[in-house]
């Protein structure tokens, strides 16, 4: 099969083809015929040499995925070889074909052609995972979301408004970023660039965020915790603006706050069948009925995956980027599926 591999830490050029055997179908697995890749920040900080592949996984990058099952391990009842099936993977996306457990893939929204639903995996689990499991937002609380307009940006606020009924709060880095951010349910969108805590803790009658998700760190992370409420939950699920913060650690004891991070890429696919269910029962309603959307904004071929990088290293995507590994499939609504 063809796919990319990393040659060495650096940037987009790095990105070169590769003929690689086909992936072994382990205990638990399906063997997925790619048509479709999403294009994520930990690709990018994989490319970098700052996100190494877990323990066991493929050195390929890649972390969601879209296709037709063509092999399936001895006792996998469910996905069936045929099927349909969009899924978070450990890497090895960025490939004509890739294994996955069985778990971890979930049928194509109704409606949804492969390029579409190649957009769901990575950024719905990470924020399922990151604002409803770690963050535990309730109903009713308020959570402030980093960088609005991001694949996982716009996936939180929509989870957040929709299923938790919160009051949101978004940054972004252009008035047409923040625009969108309030027409996905942010009620109050403001520029990172700019002070974002004082208009927060007015609006919120200074009694702070309940729940921020945040990738930028460094010396955003301070702040966040002055902003929380009591018992306000800050998230990190990366450190784009620098791995160490000076904090007062105080406001941590007295406002009984919590300062957690996660990566769910090393998480056993037990732990990620669990989410797969919940965003099928959940979310998946939500896309089929048109009240939650995720856009992709670009789409490039495999042979393009360079340039597809380059569009991320400039911040310049409002939603997703998808890599169409095969053409022919890739905009086909499975009959199965079909609305």
């Not at 987009?12 to 382990?26: C, D, G, N, T």
């Not at 638990?28 to 790619?34: A, C, I, K, S, T």
């Not at 990566?263 to 009240?291: F, N």
Request: proline share 7%.
């Amino acid at each position: 099969m063809q796919a990319v591999r990393i040659t060495q830490p650096g940037g987009p050029e790095v990105l070169v083809f590769a003929h690689e055997p086909l992936p072994e179908v382990r205990a638990g697995e399906v063997l997925v015929r790619v048509v479709a890749a999403g294009v994520n920040r930990p690709d990018i900080q994989q490319r970098r040499g700052l996100y190494p592949a877990p323990p066991g996984a493929s050195e390929i990058p890649g972390l969601d995925i879209a296709g037709v099952v063509v092999a399936v391990a001895e006792g996998v009842t469910w996905p069936r070889v045929g099927d349909a099936v969009c899924a978070l993977v450990t890497g090895g996306g960025y490939a004509q074909y890739c294994n996955v457990p069985a778990v971890q893939c979930m049928p194509l929204p109704r409606g949804y052609d492969f390029v579409k639903a190649a957009a769901l995996p990575e950024v719905l689990f990470t924020g399922w995972n990151n604002i409803i499991l770690l963050g535990r937002l309730a109903e009713g609380e308020s959570i402030l979301v980093q960088g609005g307009t991001s694949g996982v940006g716009m996936a939180t606020i929509q989870i957040a408004r929709l299923l938790r009924r919160a009051r949101v709060f978004a940054t972004a880095g252009s008035e047409q970023k923040r625009q969108i951010c309030r027409d996905l349910g942010a009620d109050i969108a403001l520029d990172y660039r700019e002070d974002w805590v004082k208009p927060l803790l007015e609006a919120t009658g200074n009694n702070g965020v309940d729940v921020i998700l945040d990738a930028q760190a460094g010396p955003y992370t301070d702040r966040e915790l002055q902003l929380l409420a009591f018992d306000g939950r800050l998230v990190l699920i990366a450190s784009h603006l620098g791995e160490r913060a000076d904090i007062n650690v105080r406001q941590i004891v007295r406002r009984r706050l919590t300062l957690t991070g996660s990566t769910i890429r090393p998480r056993p696919p037990e732990y990620k069948a669990r989410i797969a269910e919940a965003l099928v029962q959940q979310v998946w309603p939500l896309l089929e009925s048109g009240r939650m959307r995720l856009d992709v904004f670009a789409t490039f071929s495999l042979a393009e995956v360079a340039q597809s990088h380059a569009l991320l290293d400039a911040n310049e995507q409002i939603g997703k980027v998808v890599l169409i590994v095969d053409p022919q499939l890739a905009h086909l609504v499975p009959p199965s599926q079909a609305a």
